[in-house]
T-cell receptor, first 114, second 116 residues
Framework: QQQVKQSPQSLIVQKGGISIINCAYE??????FPWYQQFPGKGPALLIA?????SEKKEGRFTISFNKSAKQFSLHIMDSQPGDSATYFC?????????????FGIGTKLQVIP | NAGVTQTPKFRVLKTGQSMTLLCAQD?????MYWYRQDPGMGLRLIHY???????AKGEVPDGYNVSRLKKQNFLLGLESAAPSQTSVYFC???????????????FGEGSRLTVL
């Protein structure tokens, strides 16, 4: 049972375009939604994250939009660059006594072409 | 700081062989995790540890064992490797998610395991 559904699995965007990756979750107990970025041959690294009491968070060219009622959130990459080519994972986590259970989406492989 | 270091980076095993993956972190993190990454499956939690001497099962624990004898180390063992365990394994560590701390996961660079 996939608790965090991510789409698309792959995405090709022209340089300067907008990349959009969507995620949906089922468990309303999730209380933190991070996005991780993974370059080939490397481990994932935290890119940006949002809490459910906020509808949007922006850091540079990266923006998370969060719709609590629809249980959906998305990552927008403005002015996409070839250096953004990577795999992006959305995630949702529940905290219990300090320990957090993190559930990842299946990942989106983004390719930004010049 | 090295962060999270995994060894070995690559390994080829025959079915039935055993091996241990080592993870070491130098950030004094309480929590450590082992994930596996497979195409179309994302990252799935195998086992985790909330402190030295403690371990717990994650989403896909079957066929794996773990130990956390020292705070900085987390070992993942395969007693009898199977082709289904061919994967890329990632170790991660974090502080507890508490006020002022997001519980960000810090990942190693991965260990690619092939079981023939």
């Amino acid at each position: 049972q996939q608790q965090v559904k991510q789409s698309p699995q792959s995405l090709i965007v022209q340089k300067g375009g907008i990349s959009i990756i969507n995620c949906a979750y089922e468990n309303t107990a999730f209380d933190y939604f991070p996005w991780y970025q993974q370059f080939p041959g490397k481990g994932p690294a935290l890119l940006i994250a949002i809490r459910p009491d906020v509808s949007e968070k922006k850091e540079g060219r990266f923006t998370i939009s969060f719709n609590k009622s629809a249980k959906q959130f998305s990552l927008h990459i403005m002015d996409s660059q070839p250096g953004d080519s990577a795999t992006y994972f959305c995630a949702a986590s529940i905290s219990s006594g300090g320990y957090q259970k993190v559930t990842f989406g299946i990942g989106t492989k983004l390719q930004v072409i010049p | 700081n090295a962060g999270v270091t995994q060894t070995p980076k690559f390994r080829v095993l025959k079915t039935g062989q055993s091996m241990t993956l080592l993870c070491a972190q130098d950030m004094n993190h309480e929590y450590m995790y082992w994930y596996r990454q497979d195409p179309g499956m994302g990252l799935r939690l195998i086992h985790y540890s909330v402190g030295e001497g403690t371990t717990a099962k994650g989403e896909v624990p079957d066929g794996y064992n773990v130990s956390r004898l020292k705070k900085q180390n987390f070992l993942l063992g395969l007693e009898s490797a199977a082709p289904s365990q061919t994967s890329v394994y990632f170790c991660a560590s974090s502080y507890p998610r508490a006020s002022g701390n997001t519980g960000e996961l810090f990942f190693g660079e991965g260990s690619r395991l092939t079981v023939l």
